[in-house]
Every structure is written in structure tokens, then in C-alpha cells.
């Protein structure tokens, strides 16, 4: 599936109404400590719903910093 900026999604949602593969249509960026969300859009019955977007940190940024 692409979505709207050209980016190929491996996790496709499906519509929880009729189970049609949905599309993403926008992201709205992370702020501060709450993470980013991806919003979906039904193109067969038009339903939307948005999902958080959690990145996996770095190996090496999990790593406590001694001082």
C-alpha cells in the first residue's frame, strides 16, 4: 500500500465496518512526550481512525549515562 507521501506500509489497518484495507491520509508529529499518529481513512464507507506511532529507540540510546 503507498500512502500519500509515497511510503510503502508493511501494517495496513483493515476497517473495523467492512474490513477493506485502509489508507493513510496524514501524521501529525510527535510533541513533546506523546507520540506520533497516523490517521486511516476507509475509501469504500469513508470511515477514519487514527492510530499512535511509536519509534523503537536506538540500541545504543537506551544505555544509562554515568556522570
Do not use: K, W, Y
Not at 511510503?7 to 467492512?18: M, R
Not at 512526550?33 to 487514527?50: A, D, G, T
Request: charged letters at 15%.
Amino acid at each position: 500500500m503507498t500512502s500519500i507521501d509515497g511510503e510503502q506500509s508493511s501494517l495496513v489497518p483493515h476497517c473495523e465496518l467492512c474490513s477493506t484495507a485502509m489508507t493513510l491520509i496524514g501524521r501529525l508529529p510527535r510533541i513533546s512526550l506523546q507520540p506520533s499518529v497516523q490517521v486511516f481513512r476507509c475509501l469504500s464507507c469513508n470511515h477514519v481512525v487514527s492510530a499512535e506511532h511509536r519509534l523503537s529507540a536506538p540500541s545504543g540510546e537506551a544505555t544509562a549515562r554515568g556522570g
